[in-house]
């Protein structure tokens, strides 16, 4: 009796520190992506990952979550009075919440290492030309001046976004004209360090 105890125990601790673990990890993930905000194009390869793999992604571990602990009373109590406690507004906007925040944390656990990655690993240098359609303030409240550009790409005609800093009130004034963006290429996309018109 007592060696079962011990090992629920020991079972519980190591739970227990693996969230630890990996909650640390996603906030030092997030802590950079915060602080560092690389301008990164992304290409098919990565729109694939966010769009495609984590809804599936995030899906299954739902699903196997519920397979598994679905017909388990300590789990459905849990469940009906502490996460979905309320009225039925409340219980269908959580049911809407948890697969977004499941969603988030597997975007963080998978696409912030890529950015980390592609910014820290010099890469072939590249450069193209695109069309600046947009030029917009940022929705984030940052310290730093600034501002989202929108570009078509000329060669494929796709919609591309990302944010920038630097020289930030001339890029407000020449929209609708060809730039160029000067970067080096990852496998999933390219970072942008220098914009040229």
Request: with cysteine.
């Amino acid at each position: 009796m007592l060696n079962v105890k011990h090992k629920e125990l020991h079972k519980s601790f190591v739970y227990l520190l693996i969230v630890c673990v990996l909650t640390s990890y996603l906030a030092l993930l997030i802590t950079w992506y915060e602080f560092n905000d690389p301008s990164f194009i992304a290409n098919k390869k990565l729109h694939i990952i966010e769009v495609i793999v984590l809804p599936i992604l995030s899906m299954a571990v739902i699903y196997t979550l519920f397979k598994k602990y679905g017909c388990d009373d300590n789990f459905n109590y849990l469940m009906t009075n502490h996460f979905f406690k309320g009225s039925k507004l409340v219980k269908g906007f959580l049911i809407v919440m948890y697969p977004c925040l499941i969603y988030t944390a597997l975007w963080n656990l998978s696409v912030v290492p890529i950015l980390y990655y592609a910014e820290n690993n010099l890469g072939e240098p590249c450069s193209k030309e695109y069309l600046l359609t947009d030029v917009s303030a940022c929705t984030i409240n940052d310290e730093q001046q600034c501002i989202r550009l929108n570009l078509i790409d000329l060669s494929s005609g796709e919609e591309r976004s990302f944010r920038w800093y630097l020289d930030t009130h001339k890029l407000q004034k020449i929209r609708n004209k060809r730039i160029n963006l000067v970067g080096e290429k990852s496998y999933f996309g390219y970072i942008v360090n220098e914009i040229q018109w």
